[in-house]
């Protein structure tokens, strides 16, 4: 039976989803976070999913992205970054803009365009692998595994976002010492069954999240551990904490911001270093692996251009006997199923990914996905093996349009002035 693959409609629905008051070294999370749910249709009535950012400047760039779209083959996954190229030079206004800094490393436009071709790249994928009976994972060479491997990732918080500030109510208290990091930890076994443990670090001075990784180390001997401020450090603190901490860290992450200063404490200390800031496109890799800067590159699918360019990573990383795993920021359901599926194919994952998953009490799915002893079971259902809610769908573009524009930018440090007003963003190092 011959199918008709040619795209006939895109869809975006901007959305707002709950997000609880996790802390970073650039402030907190706002109670809602933008992402962007994409829908490709084809000429047979199948229909795609995909998620990526939903940042204002992402949707500037999604828009042309779809409407040239049409009249496409949903096969055509290289043509995807064509497409990128053409919309780049109409879009000149946007990608004229590099904002240096913030949590997802150097915002490039390179980086942005790539983001928001993640979004219909698996779109595309899981239409593509809906019309022929795949489950993505096929369409992606095969899976090595039945089951995908993440950590819990553990943040500081408060119990509640500030007094005044409109949010849903979440179930897991504070934490801002090692007490209540190590709490955090149990619930996150007990809830998921999560066997290694992340803990966003850069919060609070250096020796207080020492102690919590000791507190970790104590309460979970054996168990991975790592420890990421996210460039919060000098090269002379990264290096103070990697002896204090070395014989419990599977890596530390993100110590000291960039590719020389990681490279001065790779150079100084045993412990290896992970990155999702300073290698975060194919042009930072030769500095970096030529340097030694960093023993394991954290793939997000999302700036890296999507599921095919992450499985090409793992391949660079592979020749230069560089680790590779995946951190993510926070996401629904489409982007863990398509966190998984690539995952299950990368044959040397040797560290369990990270996912903000359980953070997000809400999704767009008809089912969520689980984590079972740690672990999301390979879907082989065909395409992503997700269901879309529209009821939910619908919800959640609601409180977008409703939003008075405050929070369709993921902005923590705006969102830890209204605790705290004379906040600032710190300037890197911060200790
Ligand atoms: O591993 C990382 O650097 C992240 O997960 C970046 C995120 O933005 C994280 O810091 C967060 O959600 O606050
Ligand atoms: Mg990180």
């Keep these: ?115 928001v071709v993640s979004g219909f790249e698996v779109a595309c994928l899981d239409a593509l692998g809906k019309a022929l009976g795949l489950p993505v994972h096929a369409l992606l060479g095969g899976k090595v595994r039945d089951a995908v491997e993440y950590s819990a990732y553990l943040f500081y918080k408060w119990a509640d976002h500030p007094e005044g500030v409109a949010s849903e109510k979440d179930d897991w208290g504070a934490a801002v010492d090692p007490a209540g990091v190590v709490a955090q930890a149990r619930a996150f076994t007990e809830r998921y069954g999560f066997t290694s443990f992340k803990l966003k670090g850069g ?129 629904l359901g489409i982007s863990l199923a398509a966190m998984t599926h690539v995952a299950a194919t990368v044959p040397d994952l040797h560290h369990a990914c990270d996912s903000h998953y359980p953070w997000q009490s809400e999704d767009v799915l008809t089912e969520r996905l689980a984590f079972d002893g740690g672990k999301v079971a390979v879907s082989d259902a065909p395409g992503l093996g997700v269901a879309l809610d529209r009821e939910r769908l619908a919800f959640l573009h609601r409180r977008w349009l409703d939003d008075d524009g405050t929070l369709r930018d993921r902005d923590d440090a705006a969102a830890m002035r209204v605790a705290d007003p004379e906040w600032v963003t710190p300037s890197v190092p911060r200790w």
Excluded at 282 to 309: C, M, P
């Design 1 to 115: 039976m011959t199918r008709d693959l040619t795209i006939t409609a895109v869809h975006l629905t901007p959305i707002l989803v709950a997000d609880p008051p996790l802390l970073n070294t650039q402030g907190v999370h706002q109670p809602y976070t933008p992402r962007l749910i994409v829908e490709v249709e084809t000429a047979d009535g199948v229909t795609g999913v995909g998620e990526t950012y939903g940042d204002a400047k992402y949707l500037e760039l999604a828009r042309p992205f779809a409407a040239k779209l049409v009249g496409r083959q949903v096969s055509d996954l290289n043509g995807l970054f064509t497409l990128a190229d053409e919309v780049a030079v109409d879009s000149s206004r946007v990608f004229g803009q590099v904002d240096v800094g913030g949590l997802r490393g150097v915002q490039t436009a390179d980086k942005l365009r790539l983001s």
């Design 203 to 331: 919060v609070f001075p250096p020796e207080e999240e020492i102690a919590a990784v000791k507190a970790l180390a104590e309460a979970f001997p054996g168990h991975p551990l790592r420890l990421d401020p996210n460039g919060a450090w000098s090269v002379e603190t990264s290096l103070k904490v990697a002896a204090e901490l070395g014989d419990v860290l599977e890596y530390l992450e993100d110590p000291a911001l960039g590719t020389p200063a990681m490279a001065e404490v790779a150079a100084k200390t045993g412990v290896p270093l992970a990155t999702n800031m300073c290698v975060t496109t194919f042009a930072e890799i030769q500095e970096a692996f030529t340097k030694g800067a960093v023993q394991v590159v954290l793939s997000d699918h999302h700036y890296w251009g999507g599921l095919r360019n992450t499985q090409q990573l793992a391949a660079v990383c592979r020749t230069f006997g560089v680790g590779v795993s995946m951190h993510s920021n926070t996401h």
